[in-house]
């Protein structure tokens, strides 16, 4: 394939060769046989982007899940609209949010839809909220696991950890990713790290699976359990070992280092969920009493005091962020969060000037996997009502993109366009002078993954 008359990344207006999988040479070049050519009119020619935290089989099954929090439901009566879904069986709902109405027990939920199972995810990822017939259909499969709370009047259907007996009990199997990858191609995404904390070998031979069949075109790396070790190889990386803290249930302090130990062991840095102040000083300290590990990390660190910023720095610790976090939660946090803690919501800035290696992740389907709505976010620090969060925290668009450019095996370093690398591209309708002031995925030419062109704008439909 030859790539002619593109604003190429470091390098100015060139023609790009790919053969084998890679990068074959860059310069002024003439098309040789039959080979396909892409006339790309000047139009900025990008390593492909990396999404640093997504949970893949999770943004999959979301075009079949009631979105039940914040826009579409910030009240009881709007929940319950939501939930009158057409047909019969079990209604998944994901994203809810306890400013609705609390953290509804099975009772509760019974007086929003009684007739069919229900099951609601909370926006966190690690709580599910059941009603009574869900209750009833999962225990006639399976025996009652710690995580299903109880009181003296039984089980209030809150479901605290569980997500592989919820799917063993469901029978469930992981879902198809042919639709979430296309999705990604289209945004210029040509790698992913997948951070579900219960990621091990089942899913890794899923993840084969998918990328042998042709339903998975990008490259992957999984975060996961310490069993990813022990997965069959195939076409995915092990990725770090993740540690999903919840500031109301903490685990064992000795454990969480022994935890990291046990990773470092295998060779495997961790990735430690950290949404809370609290959180993140726990994780700190479990990291300094276990040793630091190159590649260990702190994922999503989303209140961070400069004092914090300052002990992350001189750990040598990466930061996995969210930029669109503030753009799509933030007018919640500015009516939820402690005003002295508005200033550390997701900071960029100061991590970057701190010298922290900083990278970009989605966390989908808990937010849009979309990496140039993520970008534009993190220049303009702004919610949907437009008010701003940190405005001292912005990035230029080239410290953004920067973001989604970092090596998921190491990300002190930066993807390249040279003869060599892996022909992992992405190509922009326009230079980047002019994307740059746009960054919309609706710029998005094409993409290539290893050589093989996996979207292309001109093929898609009017």
Known sequence: MLIRNAEVWNHGVADVRLADGLIAGIGQLSPEGDETVIEAAGGALLPGLHDH???????????????CGPPEATCEEELRNQLQQPGKGWIRGIMYHESVMGLPDAAALDTLVAERPLRIQHRSGRMWLLNSAALDALLENAEPPPGLEQNSNGFTGRLFDEDRWLQDALGSRPPDLSEVSASLASFGVTGITDMTPANGPEMASHFSSQHASGALAQRCWLAGTLGLVDAPTGAW??????LHLHEAALPAFEDAVGLISAAHRQGRPVAIHCVSEVELVFALAALEEAGISKGDRIEHASVASLELVDRIAALDIHVCAQPQFVEERGDRYLEDVETR???????????????????????????SPDPWAAMAAAVSRTTREGREIGPDEALTPEEALALYLKKPGDLSQQ????????????????????????LSSGDVRATIVSGRLVHDLVDEAP
């Open 53 to 67: 935290h997504i949970h893949l089989a999770g943004l999959a099954v979301r075009a079949s899940s009631v979105i």
């Open 237 to 242: 990386h092990v990725g770090p070992v993740k």
């Open 341 to 367: 803690h508005l200033p550390d919501l997701y900071r960029l800035r100061s991590l970057a000037e701190a010298g922290i290696c900083l990278a970009g992740g989605s966390d989908a389907p808990f937010a």
């Open 415 to 438: 993807q390249k366009l040279a003869p060599g690398q892996p022909a992992d591209l992405c190509l922009l309708v326009y230079p980047w002078k002019d994307a740059r002031t746009r």
